[in-house]
């Protein structure tokens, strides 16, 4: 069996994860792809295209989306696709160029086609005929890939288990490189926070709460992690406030976030939306509490209420403020306890389960016959290319937002 998975770029987050696929499904016997459509364009360009693995390219590793038009991205899909003749694609959603392709390759050679999503469409402001349309295209597709079973109550009435397959667990990241060998102790009096600084995560309602902090318990320092285009603003914003105990450290080095987040007592992210965020298992599997909005979808899976932390709705400042004052008011051994159950729940969400869970479904999808689609949904996706648009990662266009 051939295996190709697409997308718009596979970096940062994707890599560890591929890596892993690539040796893990080498050793069942079944040959692993990976194909990037773009090299520039991304929020995570700044990790540029220079792989040396012989199964893993870029189509348009000097263009983003922006500089090509849909025809040459089509043709250099296909043509790749035709190179490769993968049994199963596996690709994102059916919005972006990959999906829709990927989808319209599968469609017509009679291979299988794998989605994977990590938004709720509750969260996602789209017409009714947008919606609709989607639907019927992704209908078509024969295994829908979510993080996990609570993403069921949006995405089973609308695409019936009865007719295609589920499988969970993809937002994962590699537990161990977070792991400490020593016992974790609960008393640095730090609470860290890593985001970038933008609109949509919400830093300066968090200033705003930590400034309500100090003025009733200042043993606590905010030390806060990530670039953006509102930094300067934000930097300014907690001088205007008087903060003394807020730390603002800039872009750290991926291979030293580990140590940051081990040196914290605990997590905070007040986002107003995410559609997962990776973030969280990266500081619970470094034994942190978290505190998170509930407008993070990792937190519907991850966090347990008063077990591994706490949970606030990002646009109630005085929950906001309250939830901090709460963590922070709690015993040492209450602490301990949490930490210790952020790492029983992270192991749920590993890189062993994921290839557990994806290799199931390549032997189910091996003995079943190529869905069939009706013409409606047929003639949709052959006129569909997909889009690439990344507004969302800096600002806020979704039902989640706050009026």
């Known amino acids: 069996m051939k295996v190709v998975i697409i997308h718009t770029d596979l970096r940062v987050y994707w890599k560890g994860r591929l890596m892993f696929l690539h040796k893990f499904l080498k050793s069942q016997g079944i040959d692993f792809y990976a194909i990037e459509l773009f090299g520039k ?9 220079n792989k040396t693995e012989t199964w893993w390219d870029c189509l348009f590793p000097e263009d983003s989306c922006g500089e090509l038009t849909k025809y040459q991205i089509r043709d250099k899909v296909f043509s790749k696709l035709d190179e490769l003749d993968p049994d199963v694609i596996i690709a994102g959603s059916i919005v972006f160029y990959s999906g829709a392709l990927g989808l319209r390759w599968a469609k017509k050679n009679k291979k299988k086609l794998i989605m994977f999503d990590d938004g709720k469409p509750s969260w996602i402001k789209r017409n009714l005929i947008i919606q609709g349309i989607k639907n019927l295209i992704t209908n078509q597709v024969d295994a829908l890939w979510l993080p996990s079973m609570e993403y069921d109550s949006e995405y089973v009435p ?6 295609m397959r589920y499988l969970y667990g993809f937002d994962c990241i590699d537990n161990e490189l977070f792991k400490f060998a020593h016992n974790k102790e609960i008393t640095n009096k730090k609470i860290i926070c890593v985001s970038r600084m933008v609109q949509k995560k919400n830093v300066l309602g968090l200033l705003e709460a930590w400034k309500f902090i100090e003025s009733h ?3 606590y320092t905010l030390i806060i992690i990530g670039d953006g285009p509102l930094f300067p603003e934000l930097k300014s914003s907690a001088l205007s406030m008087n903060l003394t105990k807020v730390i603002f ?3 750290i080095d991926n291979d030293k976030i580990p140590a940051y987040l081990y040196s ?7 986002s107003f939306y995410e559609s997962w965020g990776l973030v969280v298992n ?5 034994g942190l509490p978290v505190l998170l909005s509930d407008k993070i979808n990792s937190g519907l899976t ?12 990002p646009s109630n400042q005085l929950e ?3 939830k901090i004052l709460d963590f922070i008011q709690l015993s040492d051994a209450a602490k301990t306890m949490m930490s210790t159950r952020s790492l029983e729940i992270i192991d749920t969400m590993s890189f062993k389960i994921m290839g557990d869970e994806l290799l199931a479904t390549l032997i189910f999808l091996e003995t079943e016959p190529c869905k069939r689609s009706w013409i409606i949904p047929r003639m949709i996706t052959n006129f569909w290319y997909g889009r690439y648009n990344t507004i969302e990662w800096n600002t806020v266009k979704v039902a989640a937002l706050p009026n």
Do not use: C, H, R, W
Not at 158 to 163: A, D, G, I
Not at 302 to 313: A, W
């Open 41 to 49: 364009g991304s929020p995570y360009d700044f990790e540029t295209f």
């Open 158 to 163: 609308v695409y019936s288990k009865e007719n």
């Open 217 to 219: 318990d200042d043993t």
């Open 249 to 251: 450290l800039g872009a």
């Open 264 to 270: 914290a007592d605990a997590f905070i992210s007040p």
């Open 282 to 286: 990266e500081a619970m599997a470094a």
């Open 302 to 313: 991850l966090l347990k209420d008063g077990e591994n932390g706490y949970v606030f709705d």
């Open 320 to 322: 906001l403020q309250d």
